[in-house]
């Protein structure tokens, strides 16, 4: 089994920066990618960020590409997300997902292995 504890969330103005990180414990997947993923209320979670298991590949949605950055340690079982001059339309709940990286970028919903609790970030205006 595996756990994902995300942290770095909270309440932040536009135009400022906030930090995510994802720490996997439990039997990790080392060749497994990671990502980062967010809901607002109502919709479904859509993709931010996916880093895979070497960090030789990165992933950007459009929204968040040039202010967003993944990355991940040397040891592979922690992520971290970047997000600098947000925007109130970044507000949501964000999850940190573990898994194969056609699974979380493939068409449809994201099918990670595992998924994190989430971390509200909230970008006031």
């Known amino acids: 089994q595996v756990q994902l504890i995300e942290s770095g969330g909270g309440l932040v103005q536009a135009g400022n920066s906030l930090r995510l990180s994802c720490a996997a414990s439990?039997?990790?997947?080392?060749?497994?990618?990671m990502g980062w993923f967010r809901r607002v209320a109502g919709d479904e979670r859509t993709v931010v960020s996916v880093?895979?298991?070497?960090?030789?590949?990165?992933y950007y949605s459009d929204s968040v590409r040039g202010r967003f950055t993944i990355s991940r340690t040397d040891a592979g079982n922690t992520i971290f997300l970047q997000m600098n001059n947000l925007t109130v339309d970044d507000t949501a709940i964000y999850y940190c997902?573990?898994?194969?990286?056609?699974?979380?970028?493939?068409?449809?919903?994201?099918?990670?292995?595992?998924w994190g609790q989430g971390t509200q970030v909230t970008v006031s205006s």
């Open positions: 880093i895979s298991a070497n960090a030789a590949l990165t």
């Open positions: 997902a573990l898994g194969r990286w056609a699974r979380l970028l493939g068409p449809g919903k994201p099918d990670p292995d595992y």
């Open positions: 439990g039997r990790t997947l080392d060749d497994h990618s």
